[in-house]
């Protein structure tokens, strides 16, 4: 969701040679696409692993104070490491000495002079495989001592359920007006997500059209989502102002999650007959974009900061009148900070150039499109994704 990048976190590599040309070699090496520390001996690697919890050890056989053999004997005892992938380093080729190694719990064995190349293929591999085990160890310890597999099961058709039951509270149809077409699509990155859109039936031709991006993914935003598109059509029933509405969602979060747990969040008042916002507010979110029928470009300024953060912040609410032939993009920003390969990002200046090319098509036509461009784009859907496109017509 919101800060893709802060999210990502590199896997840890310990190495523990006491040759200094072999740590700097791997340390170079290794240093761009994981995070690693370097120990001298098997004592000073008992020590780091206190503080610093590898996915994978680099673990070099003779070495002085405590050799290779005595470490791994040591780190299999740890609980957190019982199954941590173990490559061991040598410049023995004996075959006993191999033995040894797999005797005592290294997983695979590595001769000295090795090849940079073949050695971080096989670190790739277990360290790709570990990742899911470790994600099944968790689930199996926040899960309980006792669970089967059928538990297992049985969680995963849940969480099914629980996507079908998201995606069911996302509206499929939209206001039907002479002067406005709408469209809008909900895509998460996980099994359920923490975006969410809502049109809600207002006063007479009135509809209150909302977007919103909870910090993070998964279960917990989503959560957070139902929680809040709950209140926002509870308090709408109640007829507060929409500035209102948005310090009790801000309040709520602050005083019942806490967290670090925010959402950004646009939403408004349309009145299709006079074609206009009579109330808008947005709250830390994107601004979206508006084309003109001229493919100028502008956009709907923030008009408060993201909810849930701070306790004491100021919320306005703005307006704006559509002109015929205005297009409003509402948007998260799994879509500009899609990310092909690394630092290459769909982009705002991207995004913007697509709506303007299918401007002339309907809102739902739009959205189809776009997905696909997304889709083609890249595969490595990483944030939820969600769109809220609504047109005015030239009647």
Known sequence: MISKSASVKKQKILIVDDEEVFRKLLFSKLKDGYEVEIAFDGVEALKKVKYFKAD????????????????????????????????????????KDKVQ??????????????????LTSRIESFLKKSKKTKYVSTLLSTLGNDASEADIDLLGHDLKAASTI??????????QNDKFDFGARMIPAKIVGGDFY???????DKVVICLGDVSGKGITAALLMIMIRTIIRVLLAEKLPLVDICQKINAMLIRDVGMGKFVTMFIGILNMETGRFESYVNAGHLPPYIIKENMSVTSLDTTAPFLGAFPDIEITAS??????????????????ELEQESNVFFGEEKFIELLK?????APEEIIEKTV????????????????????????
């Open 357 to 361: 090319r299918l401007y002339k098509l």
């Open 319 to 336: 307006s704006y009148c559509f002109d015929k032939g205005d297009f409003l993009a509402i948007y998260t920003d799994g879509i500009t």
């Open 198 to 204: 809502d049109f809600i039936p207002f006063e007479n």
């Open 56 to 95: 994978l050890f680099l673990v070099d056989r003779m070495m002085p104070n405590m050799n290779g053999v005595e470490l791994i004997k040591n780190l299999r005892q740890i609980p957190e490491f019982t199954g941590t992938p173990i490559i061991m380093l040598t410049a023995r080729d004996q075959i």
């Open 372 to 395: 696909e461009e997304l889709n083609s784009f890249s595969s490595n859907k990483s944030d939820d994704v969600t769109l809220v496109f609504i047109k005015r017509n030239n009647k």
């Open 166 to 175: 998201q995606l069911n509270l996302m509206p499929s149809s939209f206001p």
């Open 101 to 118: 190694g797999f005797e005592v719990g290294a997983d695979d064995y590595v001769t000295k002079p090795f090849n940079l190349l073949e």
